[in-house]
């Protein structure tokens, strides 16, 4: 495949993306009650089992409240793995946040083992309880929705790994999922992140 053709398929998919959101449902939950209503269903590669998801105990870089996830590799080969933007997590006690991943979010689970990762995963519910060590969770779907896509088109290839930035990303979900929508000066905060 020459390049010219390659470059024409990347740029006419880059296109076809940008006016995806304009394409996509609005807002199908009440303000201040996300739960996840309408979008694409996700699961693990085939030969992982996830043994458990909580409320991690501490911070990570890239989240203020992140899950752990225990994932046991049933093959004989390293299985990697690719998350979403936009995939939510559902709690099992409707005190706790639903959680949701707000970049695409890769690792790797080596050959027949468990391994144990920290999902970068940012709250839903404001009013609701933070993930902790006695919350479980399960994978639920991916959000197909219009406001969150221009939230995850704004902070793609964007530096979530400083205090600042996440807190950022987080007030930007929490302004769509329990406020008014995006406001103008986060929106452009959003921008101006590296």
Same mark, same amino acid.
């Given at each position: ?11 006419? &998919? ?17 303000? #201040? ?5 309408? +979008? ?22 890239? &989240? ?5 996830? &225990? ?14 933007? #936009? ?35 940012? #709250?839903?519910? @404001? ?43 987080? @007030? ?6 329990? +406020?008014? +929508?995006?406001?103008? &000066? ?9």
């Amino acid at each position: 495949m020459n390049r010219v053709y390659m470059v024409s398929i990347v740029a006419l &998919s880059l296109v076809a993306l940008g006016g995806l959101c304009t394409r996509l449902p609005e807002r199908q939950w009440e303000r #201040g009650e996300f739960r996840p209503i309408g +979008g694409k269903p996700y699961k693990l590669p085939d030969g992982l089992e996830v043994r458990y998801i909580i409320g991690a105990m501490d911070e990570i870089p890239t &989240s203020f409240s992140p899950l752990e996830m &225990s994932v046991l590799n049933n093959t004989q080969s390293r299985v990697p793995v690719r998350m979403p933007e #936009g995939l939510v997590f559902s709690p099992s006690d409707p005190d706790y946040q639903y959680m949701m991943i707000l970049q695409e979010f890769s690792f790797n689970v080596p050959a027949d083992q468990e391994t144990t990762v920290f999902l970068p995963t940012y #709250g839903c519910n @404001e009013n609701l309880d933070e993930p902790d060590e006695d919350s479980y969770y399960e994978i639920d779907i991916q959000v197909w929705e219009r406001e969150l896509c221009e939230l995850f088109e704004l902070l793609r290839g964007k530096k979530l790994d400083y205090e600042d930035a996440v807190d950022l990303a987080q @007030e930007a979900l929490y302004e769509i999922t329990d +406020g008014n +929508g995006l406001t103008d &000066s986060t929106r452009q905060r959003l921008k101006e992140l590296p």
